[in-house]
């Protein structure tokens, strides 16, 4: 199944997310309640996992989360034992998501990664340090990480052509990648193939890299799992 299949959702519009991160941000500074962690730990720390042992902590690696939520995943990331990035960001079009992350940076002592508000089907995300800004490059991220973004602009208004939003975000995550960069993405609506097939494309400029396997389940004679964590990388030209 394609996204172009998903029937529009609330799940899809800004509005929701808006209300969804008002409450959180709320909630965090009623009760110091740091919100959901959207797909559980399990997902979160297979994520991690790879990250560590495919992205060299020795390079100084440029890490950046599309849709960064309440910024648990590179908070996580930031507080891994013996592998602590220094150069991370998180972009969410949500400015009370963006302000949530901040709050709880400040909490945990994380103020040096960065959380800004961006709509990455629209804008290009901030240069995340000083040699960043000066390369004036696009392609100057070693990471990109997306854990529920692409579904969730999957359920997004379709244009006048039966488009969803997320027809244009392989190419968008092609474009901000360096050369031999990699795109990691955890899904519950699109199978390891479907992804695939969405990402690995001309127009991407990625290849397939790897998976990461969860347990499997079978339903109606089909063998699936609750997850799918795919890593592509942009091919070196």
Known sequence: MNAIEFESSKLGSKEHWDSVYAREL???REIGDEGEIW??????YKMVQWTAEHVPYSDDPTILEIGSGNGTLLFTLHEEEHYSPKQ??????SSDAVELAKSIALQRGAQEIIFNTCDFLMQDPPPISQEHQSSRRIDSWDLLLDKGTYDAIALGEKDELGRPPV???PSRVGRLLKPGGFFLITSCNFTEEELKTNFATQDSGLIYHSSIKYPTFTFGGQNGAKYSSVAFQKIIQ
Not at 39 to 44: I, K, R, V
Request: net charge negative; charged share 15%; with cysteine.
């Open 26 to 28: 709320a909630s965090f």
């Open 39 to 44: 797909f559980g730990e399990e997902s979160m």
């Open 88 to 93: 991370l960001c998180g972009i969410d079009y």
């Open 167 to 169: 027809f244009q975000y």
